[in-house]
């Protein structure tokens, strides 16, 4: 008797909230004989933690359809396994390859935000390898003898991250959707492919910047990282990684000011994916598989590119950001662009939002228009009696007893106007509307900044394009998570 796969997905790094489907049936037995009752088939998800001595196992229990198939959706299980990422990366038990922020490393003590790291960051939370495993058991009717066999068949090792992938056509246990990350996603030498942004590389990001004052706006930008089979049981041929980030900054009239690099390694907070001369890894000799390293922050945001000690040039406009390899090696991303902007000219305050994207990484957005701040006020009262009952001589104040209130719930709300925008810009917005993870940036440079919980109140999304509605641009209301503390009585 043994375990046979039907199908499994063959992709193997895959965003854990998708179909994840396996099929397998069971060869050598007949399960409709009236011998064979209560047969079950049973994945098993075996997870290693990150100190690497100790592996934690969960199974998921399959009944056989019609058809004696066992179809199971691993995501149910594996969803539990990955989370956002908030922290930069500490270096974990070891404290090796911790990131730096504010040109100081971080430490399990002291956490830091990940918005806010100077060159690369490991991840914690948002990516681990998994392997899997299927046995069965059965009760022998004939025999009364309860058969649970934990020889287990291996399925294969498999790589999740905290990513989505929309319904789309399954064939074979494999979603399209799932399949555009290695298409557009796989930052391979001369892909010209995506870090895990939802912006448009074509988009033009808007960033605060002070040169005066050297204060200026965070953001990181998220990506696989490593070599990995692209197939199950293949060759490492997910060549995922660059060699180092480039940063070239322009002026007005496009003239060329400086160019400054990072280099994707364990001493910048990052994990080098390359061999010698710049050749992408595709062996497996050549891989890792630390959970940390295979999904990688790197900075992109003005504030970070200074704190790392680069010199933003005076005359700066905007800068780009690229994925590079060095030598003869084609780069490994497009190019993405940056453009320097002060706080709105008119004076409206800038609310720079933070959401967690659909691709498992962050998205940051400038909203500069006019914003309106209020405060919703819920009051919940009793009436004091007054005079001193209790007391040799009877007397009463003026400020004593009547109705008081007892306690005051005060949450406050923030109207924000967006400024006319593209359609790209158009959609991509519409996953701030339904981000589970939002925040509001409080501060500006290198020191004192925040973020503070949001959640957007809006109960509709209307997709404005360019067809239909010429200038698009959005009002939104987010509400401040935390409560005002007032006191109580």
Known sequence: MAIFIVSQPTQTVLPVYDDIIFVLRQTGINLSSTSIAQFAMYLEFNFTT?????TIKRTLK???NAEERFIFNASNVLSDFVSTDKFAYDGG???????????STVSLLFPKSIHRIDKFSRNKNAFTKVTIKAYKEYLNTSTQVYTSNNNTTTIGDYFI???????????LSTSLGAKDYITNYELKAGSDNQFLTSFAPTTKRYVRWDYARQKGDYATFAFINGGFPAVV??????EAGFGSIEYKFYSSD???LQTSTHSNSNTNGGEVTLSGGGTPITTPSGTFEENNAGFLYVAVGPQNIRNSGISIP?????????AINGGSTADSSTTYTFYLQDDDCKGFETIRLVWLNRLGGWEYYNITKKSTRSVSIERATLKQNYGSWDSSFYNHDTFEGGTKNHSIQAIENIECNTDFITEDEASVLEQLFTSPEVYMQIGVGATDVTYKPVVVTEKDYIKQTTANDMLK????????SHETRVQGI
Do not use: H, M, P, W
């Open 254 to 256: 496009d003239t060329l």
């Open 50 to 54: 990150e100190d690497g001595a100790t």
């Open 314 to 322: 005076a005359t700066t406009n905007y800068y780009t950001v690229k």
């Open 93 to 103: 038990l070891d404290g090796l390859y911790a990131a730096e922020v504010d040109e």
């Open 473 to 480: 641009q959005y009002i939104l209301n987010v509400e401040i």
């Open 161 to 171: 991250f905290n990513g989505t992938s929309q319904i789309s056509r399954n064939s």
């Open 62 to 64: 399959a009944k056989a």
């Open 233 to 238: 049981g293949d060759t490492f041929d997910y």
